[in-house]
């Protein structure tokens, strides 16, 4: 038995807290990387977590590197590599830099860690983690997208604010794309139990809806940069899961193989992560609207997919 190896690519904003969460967790050992020019951010941030195992008392080692020979065998790869938006920027406008940043990550995970389990985060996210299995060759289980769950996040708060519940209570999933085409699964969306729409007006439903699909703007324009805590949450809960063999059902970017009709492109639907990695996609009944929704979704990830294919 070896302690796991925990590689965070891209010490920025979410590898940080990415770093602070799973050393908390004690998932493993945490490897830090950034880009030469970063180095004494990724090794600053190491250090300083480290430290604060003293006070919270987790006891992992924290390394900040930019050495690919330090990811070696890593268990686990979390890519947050490359650029955040800017206020007014969509994820698409990311496509190119973030692209070739992807593309190299790739190459030295196929060769440091062709065993790992790869969540990928960087924007534009389907397109990302769609170019990561492609690069790095691995198994389509093996190559993950943290998105659905970020957005089952807000969705899911909105809805509890509006409701007067405690956020805890309230189960929704968003589907579809990590972008304007996601699609929030109002049948599946309960309280407690209750389908939300007994609960909450269908005009009051529509608002949340479109603020769930710009939510990751409204943050943006607050803070002049993406969010990260809840991104970083949302990947360590899968970096967990396969971990542990939780067998989490989680809304996550998979390859679809004819799964919803779909075939070769990522996309956010239902999937049990467990110590196979992606284990299982699961289908679920769509009513005609959120069919629709979807459709035109897939439409929208192939675009992107077809863009950076001509890169
Ligand atoms: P930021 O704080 O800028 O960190 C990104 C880091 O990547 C920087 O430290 C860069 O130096 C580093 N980097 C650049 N090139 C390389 C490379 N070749 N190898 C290793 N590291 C490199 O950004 P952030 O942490 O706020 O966001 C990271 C990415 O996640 C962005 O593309 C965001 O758009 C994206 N994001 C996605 C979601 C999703 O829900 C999918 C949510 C929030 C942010």
């Known amino acids: 038995m070896h302690r796991k190896k925990i590689a965070l690519i891209g010490a920025g904003n979410i590898g940080g807290e990415l770093a602070a969460q799973a050393a908390r967790l004690e998932l493993g050992d945490v490897y830090l990387f950034d880009i030469p020019d970063k180095l004494g951010i990724a090794q600053g941030k190491a250090l300083d977590l480290e430290q604060n195992g003293s006070i919270l008392g987790y006891d992992v080692?924290?390394?900040g590197t930019s050495n690919w020979d330090d990811l070696a065998s890593s268990d686990v790869a979390i890519v947050t590599a490359g650029i955040p938006r800017k206020p007014g920027m969509s994820r698409n406008d990311l496509l190119g830099v973030n692209l070739r940043i992807i593309r190299s990550v790739a190459e030295n995970l196929k060769v440091q860690a062709p065993d790992c389990f790869v969540i990928v985060i960087s924007n534009p996210l389907d397109a990302m983690v769609h170019e990561m299995k492609r690069a790095t060759g691995f198994a389509p289980e093996h190559v993950v997208g943290m998105a659905g769950q970020l957005d089952s996040a807000r969705f899911q708060l909105f809805l509890a604010r509006e409701a007067g519940v405690a956020v805890k209570d309230v189960r929704a999933m968003v589907l579809g794309g990590h972008g304007d085409t996601m699609v929030p699964v109002l049948s599946y969306c309960t309280i407690n139990g209750i389908p939300v729409r007994q609960l909450i007006p269908q005009n009051r439903?529509?608002?949340?809806i479109q603020?769930?699909?710009?939510?990751?703007?409204?943050?943006?324009?607050?803070?002049?940069?993406?969010a990260y805590y809840a991104p970083a949450s949302a990947a360590v809960q899968m970096a967990r899961s396969y971990l542990y063999d939780e067998k989490r059902l989680l809304p996550c970017a998979v390859y679809l193989r004819g799964e919803y009709?779909?075939?070769?492109?990522?996309?956010?639907?239902?999937?049990?992560?467990?110590?196979?990695?992606?284990?299982?996609?699961?289908?679920?009944?769509?009513?005609?609207?959120?069919?629709?929704?979807?459709?035109?979704?897939?439409?929208?990830?192939?675009?992107?997919?077809?863009?950076?294919?001509?890169?």
Do not use: F, N, W
């Open 61 to 63: 080692r924290i390394v």
């Open 205 to 208: 439903l529509d608002a949340i």
């Open 211 to 226: 603020r769930t699909r710009d939510s990751g703007a409204e943050v943006v324009k607050l803070m002049g940069s993406s």
């Open 261 to 311: 009709g779909v075939h070769d492109v990522y996309m956010g639907v239902p999937a049990v992560i467990g110590g196979r990695g992606v284990e299982k996609v699961v289908v679920i009944e769509l009513d005609a609207t959120e069919r629709q929704m979807l459709d035109s979704s897939v439409q929208g990830v192939r675009e992107i997919i077809a863009a950076a294919e001509s890169l």
